[in-house]
C-alpha cells in the first residue's frame, strides 16, 4: 500500500473513509470528537447505542453526515486512553485493513491521535501500525487465476503537528521496510515445494544483488565439495534438486566492522528422507525454509533501511527426501568442522546441513551469529506457536534478542542449552549422533549445533511452531523478520 503523512486538518480531506479512535471509557479521540461536532454527533450516538465498545481492535463503519468531507466513518476502538500497547497497536493495525477489505474504499485516512503506544516514541509506534496493516493487507494468490479484491491501496496519517509528522514519516519508512521483508519471507515460505526449490531461493537472493546492491553469493554443491561440507551434502544426495548456499552481504558500515550474521534454514521440502514423515499436514514441511526465508527478507529489510552496520545472511538450501542415494539410518558423515556425525534418523537433517553453514559463518568473523529454523516439533510441543525458541550460552545476548521481541511483538523465550543434555547425543561409533531422544528434543538439537559454535557468539532461534499458522488460513507469518531486524536496528545506536 501506498502510505502519505500529513499534519494539515483530516476533516478537510475528502477520503473514502477517515478512521478515528474511540476509548474503552466511552470517551472519544480529539479527531473523533471534532468529527462527532461536525456530523451532527454520528460518533456519540454510535458509542451511545453500544455498536463499538472502544476495546482496542473493535471497529465499527458508519455512512459519514453532516458536513464531514469523507465518505465512511471508520472508528477503531483504542483501550484505555493513554494505555495503549503494542498488543493493541497490532490489533488496531490489522482491523483498519479487515474492517474495510470487504467495502469498496480505496483510501483510507487515519487520524493518529490516540494511537501513540504508551512508553515508546511516535516513529516506533508509526512503524508498528503499519506492519500490522501491511501483516493484513497481505495475500497470496500469486498462483490463483482469481486474484484477490482488496481494493484498499493507500492509507494517509494524519498527525497533529509538524514534528510529529517528521516522527511518523521515520516511522512509515521503518514499517514499510520491515513489513517488505514480512512479507517476502511468507511469499518465499507460502511458495510450494516443486516452485521455491534451492535453486529459486538462490535467484530470489540475486534479485536482491540486483535491486538493492547486496554482495550475493551461491556455492554449487562442487563447491561445498571442496570445502568439506559432507554433512550438508549427505542431505542433498537424496534429492534430484541440487543443494545451494546462499551468502548475502550488506556492508552499512566501514569493511573492518565485525559483521553480524544470521543463517537460516533453507529445507525447501521436508519429507523426512528414509526416515519418513507420516502423510498427514505433510505438505505443511514446504514451510521448512521459513528459517532461510526470514534471513533474506532481514537482509532486505536491513538494505532497504540503509542501516549503518555490515551483516551477512547465509542460507543452506536443500531437499530431503527418500531415494536409492538418500542418508540411510546408521550412515556416518564427515562435517566441514572435521566432526563425524551419526545420522540415526534422516529427519533431523536441518542440522546436518545448519551445522556445516554455521562453521562455514566463521570466515566473516563475525560478531554474532544468530541461525534461526524450523528445527523441531518438540519446540512447539514445548512453547506452543506463541514464541520462538531461544537457545544461547551467552546471557547478554540472550537479553538483546528477547528484548528485541519485546519491542517487535516478535517474541521468543529462552530454553536452557546446558551441557547436562549433550550426553544424549553420544554416539558408540562416531564423534556425535544426530538426534538425542525423545527427552528435550528442542534442546538436544541446539546443543549440536552447539558443538559447531564453540568460540562463536551464537544464539539458535527455533520457529517451528511460529514460521507458520495452521488450519483454514494457513499461511507463512514472516517470523522472525521483524524480531531480526529490531536486533539489527538495536544494535546500530
Ligand atoms: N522440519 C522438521 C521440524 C518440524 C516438524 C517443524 C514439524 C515444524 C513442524 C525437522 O526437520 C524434523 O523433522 N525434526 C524432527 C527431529 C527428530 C527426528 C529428532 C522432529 O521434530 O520430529
Ligand atoms: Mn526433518
Ligand atoms: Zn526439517
Not at 60 to 69: H, Q, R, S, T, Y
Not at 297 to 305: D, L
Amino acid at each position: 500500500m501506498k502510505y502519505s503523512v500529513k499534519s494539515s486538518n483530516p476533516l478537510n480531506q475528502g477520503t473514502a473513509c477517515l478512521a478515528v479512535t474511540v476509548f474503552g471509557d466511552g470517551s472519544l479521540g480529539e479527531t473523533a470528537a471534532r468529527v462527532d461536532a461536525a456530523s451532527g454527533g454520528v460518533v456519540s450516538a454510535a458509542v451511545n447505542r453500544g455498536d463499538i465498545k472502544g476495546k482496542a481492535g473493535d471497529t465499527l463503519v458508519i455512512p459519514a453526515a453532516g458536513d464531514l468531507k469523507c465518505d465512511r466513518l471508520l472508528l477503531l476502538g483504542a483501550g484505555d486512553p493513554g494505555k495503549l500497547d503494542l498488543a493493541a497497536t497490532v490489533r488496531i493495525g490489522r482491523a483498519v485493513v479487515s474492517a474495510l477489505a470487504k467495502s469498496g474504499a480505496a483510501d483510507v485516512s487515519v487520524a493518529l491521535d490516540g494511537l501513540t503506544i504508551s512508553g515508546r516514541s511516535n516513529a516506533d509506534s508509526v512503524a508498528a501500525l503499519v506492519e500490522a496493516m501491511e501483516y493484513s493487507a497481505y495475500r497470496f494468490d500469486q498462483l490463483k487465476k482469481e486474484k484477490s479484491t482488496l481494493k484498499l491501496k493507500s492509507v494517509a496519517l494524519f498527525c497533529d503537528s509538524r514534528s510529529a509528522a517528521h516522527a511518523a514519516s521515520t516511522g512509515v519508512a521503518r514499517g514499510r521496510a520491515i513489513a517488505g521483508g514480512v512479507s517476502l519471507a511468507r511469499d518465499l515460505g507460502n511458495l510450494p515445494g516443486n516452485i521455491c526449490t534451492p535453486t529459486y531461493l538462490a535467484q530470489q537472493a540475486r534479485k536482491l544483488q540486483k535491486r538493492l546492491g547486496l554482495k550475493v553469493s551461491v556455492l554449487d554443491e562442487n563447491r561445498m565439495k571442496r570445502l568439506g561440507m559432507g554433512s550438508l551434502l549427505s542431505v542433498s544426495r537424496g534429492s534430484r534438486e541440487p543443494a545451494k548456499l546462499i551468502t548475502m552481504e550488506y556492508q552499512g558500515a566501514d569493511k573492518s566492522s565485525a559483521p553480524i550474521v544470521l543463517v537460516g534454514k533453507g529445507l525447501t521440502f521436508d519429507a523426512g528422507g528414509i526416515s519418513l514423515k507420516p502423510a498427514a499436514a505433510m505438505d505443511e514441511m514446504k514451510y521448512d525454509m521459513c528459517g532461510g526465508a526470514s534471513v533474506i527478507g532481514t537482509m532486505q529489510a536491513v538494505a532497504e533501511m540503509a542501516l549503518p552496520i555490515n551483516v551477512v545472511g547465509i542460507v543452506p538450501s536443500s531437499e530431503n527426501l527418500p531415494d536409492g542415494a538418500a542418508n540411510k539410518p546408521g550412515d556416518i558423515v564427515t562435517s566441514m568442522a572435521g566432526k563425524t556425525i551419526e545420522i540415526l534418523n534422516t529427519d533431523a537433517e536441518g542440522r546436518l546441513i545448519l551445522c556445516d553453514a554455521l562453521t562455514y559463518s566463521r570466515r566473516y568473523k563475525p560478531a554474532v551469529v544468530v541461525d534461526v529454523a524450523t528445527l523441531t516439533g518438540a519446540c512447539m510441543v514445548a512453547l506452543g506457536t506463541h514464541p520462538s525458541g531461544l537457545f544461547t550460552a551467552d546471557d547478554a545476548l540472550a537479553g538483546e534478542l528477547v528484548d528485541a521481541g519485546e519491542q517487535s511483538g516478535d517474541r521468543v523465550w529462552r530454553l536452557p542449552l546446558w551441557d547436562d543434555y549433550q550426553e544424549q547425543l553420544d554416539s558408540p561409533f562416531a564423534d556425535m549422533a544426530n538426534v538425542g531422544g525423545r527427552n528435550g528434543g528442542a534442546i538436544t538439537a541446539a546443543c549440536f549445533l552447539a558443538r559447531f559454535t564453540e568460540e562463536l557468539k551464537w544464539a539458535h532461534l527455533d520457529i517451528a511452531g511460529t514460521a507458520w499458522t495452521q488450519g483454514k488460513n494457513k499461511s507463512a507469518t514472516g517470523r522472525p523478520v521483524s524480531l531480526l531486524s529490531r536486533f539489527i536496528l538495536n544494535r546500530c545506536s
